[in-house]
């Protein structure tokens, strides 16, 4: 079982809709990533959380410590958003990133 | 100006070949990473350095060999590569005591394919 884990693992969504997708891990941690990855492009951050929630245009996450979970959000989708979104912890222990397998997200038209 | 670059972008070779695939960054970050992504899109650390010196060495074949001549640049060296090497391979960039409170930058990938 991976340290972290994401769902759905596929998500495919009307534009305008709105969209979650959660991560789970089960370790502790001192901060979650969320990562972009568009087709055949490279890896943006979108966000990085140690509590609470962050927003940032139609993007939000929130990151619940004790529950050991985050979500990202998206509303209004848009075609364009869709990619694969990843999410990815810093153990407490280190200070290397433990990936989730990733969400692919389709936004339809 | 491109963050973290890598290249080349795409490479194709032969098996039992060497190669190498070179990342900079322009952040002034002390630490660097190289990742690898198989085919299921999962995403696995390789390699990092901080300030010239390793300290991430993961489990991977002696046939990868890191190398960092400065704080700017992690190059990446694969000997005699095999099929299942055919992977992408990012490289990244970030401050090392600070990567719980700052982002990390990816580069664009480097997709080798052997054959």
């Known amino acids: 079982k991976n340290e972290v884990e994401q769902s759905p693992q596929n998500l495919t969504a009307q534009e305008g809709e709105f969209i979650t997708i959660n991560c789970s891990y089960s370790?502790?941690?001192?901060?979650l990533h969320w990562l972009q990855q568009h087709p055949g492009g490279g890896i943006v951050s979108l966000f990085m959380?140690?509590?609470g929630k962050k927003k940032h245009g139609r993007l939000i996450a929130t990151i619940n410590i004790q529950e050991k979970h985050s979500s990202l959000h998206i509303t209004a989708s848009h075609p364009r958003d869709s990619a694969v979104y990843i999410c990815?912890?810093?153990?407490?222990?280190?200070?290397?990133?433990?990936f989730g397998e990733g969400t692919q997200l389709t936004v339809n038209p | 100006d491109t963050a973290v670059s890598q290249t080349p972008k795409y490479l194709v070779t032969q098996m039992g070949n060497d190669k190498s695939i070179k990342c900079e960054q322009n952040?002034?970050?002390?630490?660097m990473y190289w990742y690898k992504q198989d085919s299921k899109k999962f995403l696995k650390i390789m390699f990092s350095?901080?300030?010239?010196?390793?300290?991430i060495n993961e489990t991977v074949p002696n046939r990868f060999s890191p190398k960092s001549p400065d704080k700017a640049h992690l190059n990446l060296h694969i000997n005699s590569l095999e099929l299942g090497d055919s992977a992408v391979y990012f490289c990244?960039?970030?401050?090392?005591?600070?990567?719980?409170?700052?982002?990390?930058?990816f580069g664009e990938g480097s997709w080798l394919t052997v054959v």
């Open positions: 990244a960039s970030s401050h090392l005591r600070s990567i719980s409170g700052n982002t990390i930058y």
């Open positions: 370790v502790g941690i001192s901060a």
């Open positions: 959380l140690s509590s």
């Open positions: 990815a912890v810093l153990k407490t222990s280190g200070s290397r990133l433990t």
């Open positions: 952040l002034g970050h002390d630490t």
């Open positions: 350095y901080n300030n010239k010196e390793l300290i």
